[in-house]
C-alpha cells in the first residue's frame, strides 16, 4: 500500500540535512576524576589468557588468535570492574563479538534491551549501541546512572527529526496519532502516542485503531508498515544511512553467483531491497530465522557486526557479508567501555520535564499485548 504523504524537515522551513546535535565528547570533569577507580593492568599474561580462555572459545571463529592478546585484558578488566561498580552492560546486536559476547550482560534489539532495562536490579547501566538507546534506558530507570562509552555515538534517524517537528506535524493533521520509532531522541517520544521499534511496528500500528497514523521517521520501515496494513502512513522522511546504502541490484548479483542463498534483510532497506529477500524482519527476528532455518549459506542485509554475532553461535552457517557498517555503533570500543567504567563517564541525561511523557510513549510500547 503506498504512503499517503511524505514530509521531512524541509516541509517546515528547515534544512534537509546538517541539522545540530548535541553530541559531543567532553574532556572528564573533576567529578569523574574524583570517582575514578585505578586504571587496571592491560597486559596479557598467563593469569589473563586463563581467565579469558572460555570467552574466547566462544568467538574464536570470528577474531583470529593474533587479535586475542590485544582484547583480552580490556575483557578481563571490564568483567571485574563491572562488579565494582554494580553495572550491568547492555548491548545492541550490532556491538563487535568482542563486546557482544564477552563483555555484555544483555543483549538484543531496541525492544528486547528496551524490556530488559525496566528489569536492570543494578545501580548503573552501561549502554552498547547508540546515544537514542542510552536515553531509553535513561527514561525507564530516571533513578540509575546511565553511561554510554561515547555519547557522539548518534543515529542518523534520531538526528532527522526533533520534537518540534512532531508538534508542527500534529498540527498539520489534528488528531491524527504519532507514532516514533524507538530510534529517536527523548524529546521526539515525549511529543508522540506510542513508539515502536521494528519487531512490532506494525502491530503498535494498528493497535490504535484508527485508519491513519504519523509514522516518524524512517520512511522505509513507514513503506514497509504501509504494505503490511490497511492504515493509511502518513511519512517522515528520515532514513537509516547504513541499511539504505543496499541496493536490490547488490541482492540480485548474490542470487546469480548462488541461486541457493537466502537472503533476510531489515524493513529499514529501501523497498527494491525487500523485493529481493526471502525474509524481512528486525534483527531479533533474523537471529531467530538463521536458528530456526539453519540455511548453509546466507546473507543479512543489515549492519555488518550482527553477521559475525550469529556466525559466532552457529560456526556451521556460511554468512555471506556485504559489509556496511554503522560508524556510530562502531564508536563504542572495549577502551571506551573500560574506560566509563573506570570514571564512570559519560553519563547520560534527560531533562526531567520530558522523561515522563517519553516513558508514557515506551511503556506503552512495551505494555502491548502480542
Known amino acids: 500500500m503506498p504512503l499517503a504523504e511524505l514530509y521531512g524537515p524541509e516541509h517546515f522551513g528547515q534544512p534537509a540535512h546538517g541539522r545540530s546535535s548535541p553530541l559531543a565528547r567532553a ?3 573533576a567529578a569523574e576524576k574524583a570517582r575514578a577507580l585505578p586504571m587496571p593492568s592491560l597486559e596479557w599474561t598467563p593469569e589473563v589468557e586463563r581467565a579469558t580462555a572460555p570467552l574466547y572459545a566462544r568467538v574464536q571463529k570470528v577474531i583470529p588468535p593474533v587479535e586475542w592478546p590485544f582484547m583480552a585484558p580490556y575483557i578481563k578488566a571490564i568483567n571485574e570492574l563491572k562488579i565494582q561498580r554494580d553495572a550491568v552492560i547492555l548491548a545492541h546486536n550490532y556491538q563487535t ?3 557482544f559476547h564477552c563483555v555484555a550482560d544483555i543483549v538484543g534489539d531496541s ?4 524490556i530488559e532495562a525496566t528489569k536492570v536490579k543494578a545501580s548503573t547501566i552501561v549502554q552498547c549501541g547508540v546515544h537514542f538507546m542510552a536515553e531509553t534506558s535513561k527514561i525507564l530507570n530516571p533513578e540509575k546512572r546511565v553511561l554510554i562509552p561515547d555519547s557522539r555515538a548518534g543515529c542518523s534517524l ?3 527529526i526533533t520534537g518540534a517537528d512532531v ?6 493533521f489534528p488528531g491524527v496519532p504519532v507514532v516514533a520509532y524507538v530510534n529517536t531522541s527523548a524529546d521526539v517520544k515525549a511529543e508522540v502516542d506510542i513508539c515502536c521499534t521494528s519487531s512490532n511496528a506494525v502491530q503498535v500500528v494498528e493497535s490504535l485503531g484508527v485508519d491513519r497514523v504519523i509514522f516518524v521517521p524512517d520512511q522505509y520501515l513507514a513503506k514497509y508498515v504501509a504494505s503490511q496494513t490497511t492504515v493509511k502512513i502518513i511519512a517522515w522522511k528520515g532514513a537509516c544511512e547504513v541499511h539504505e546504502r543496499f541496493t536490490g541490484d547488490e541482492l540480485r548479483s548474490y542470487r546469480e553467483a548462488d541461486p541457493s542463498v537466502q537472503i533476510i534483510a531489515h524493513p529499514e532497506c529501501p523497498p527494491d531491497v525487500l523485493a529481493e529477500a526471502d525474509f524481512t524482519g528486525s534483527t531479533a527476528h533474523m537471529i531467530n530465522w538463521v536458528r530456526n532455518k539453519h540455511p548453509k549459506r546466507v546473507v543479512m542485509i543489515t549492519e555488518c557486526s550482527m553477521a559475525d554475532n ?3 553461535e552457529l560456526p556451521d ?3 555471506v557479508r556485504p559489509c556496511n557498517l554503522c560508524p556510530h555503533m562502531k564508536r563504542i570500543t572495549l577502551a571506551k567501555i573500560l574506560d566509563s567504567l573506570v570514571y564512570l563517564r559519560e553519563d547520560v541525561t534527560v531533562d526531567p520535564a520530558i522523561i515522563a511523557p517519553a516513558r508514557r510513549s ?3 510500547m512495551i505494555n502491548l499485548k502480542n
Do not use: D, G, T
Open 167 to 172: 508538534r508542527l506535524l500534529r498540527e498539520r
Open 310 to 312: 550469529v556466525q559466532a
Open 317 to 319: 552457517v556460511e554468512m
Open 158 to 160: 534520531a538526528s532527522s
Open 362 to 364: 515506551v511503556e506503552r
Open 111 to 114: 525492544l528486547q534491551l528496551a
Open 27 to 29: 574532556p572528564l570533569s
Open 97 to 99: 563479538p568482542e563486546i
